[in-house]
Nanobody
Framework: QVQLVESGGGLVQSGGSLRLSCAAS????????MGWFRQARGKEREFVVS????????CYTDSVKGRFTISRDDAQNTVYLQLNSLKPENTAVYYC??????????????????????WGQGTQVTVSS
């Protein structure tokens, strides 16, 4: 089992920045692709970005390209999402997900939410206009 805990959300004005963290613990000996998703009130969970286990391959949804940046620090078992130039429409609960790709497995990113086996509880990001 893998446990994920997100943090770093909050209230920020339009144009501001936040850095979200996703701390992982639990099963070792495998490799994990990581993803960030978000869910606005009344809407379905949507893909934001995914990063391969070795940080070689990345995919962002078009609306966040150039503003959001994903990174990982495997020594700290933590994945980060830097959110810059935030807009009110970015308001949502942000979730991180982990997909086990096996030890040193495929260097892939994953966009569908059902590709991920492990999820955190989410962190709220609210952007005021």
């Amino acid at each position: 089992q893998v446990q994920l805990v997100e943090s770093g959300g909050g209230l920020v004005q339009s144009g501001g920045s936040l850095r979200l963290s996703c701390a992982a613990s639990g099963r070792t000996g495998s490799s994990y692709a990581m993803g960030w998703f978000r869910q606005a009130r009344g809407k379905e969970r949507e893909f934001v970005v995914s990063l391969s286990w070795n940080a070689v391959n990345t995919c962002y949804t078009d609306s966040v390209k150039g503003r959001f940046t994903i990174s990982r620090d495997d020594a700290q078992n933590t994945v980060y999402l830097q959110l810059n130039s935030l807009k009110p429409e970015n308001t949502a609960v942000y979730y991180c997900g982990a997909r086990d790709v096996g030890r040193y497995g495929a260097s892939s990113y994953y966009k569908p939410a059902d590709e991920y086996s492990y999820w955190g509880q989410g962190t709220q990001v609210t952007v005021s206009s």
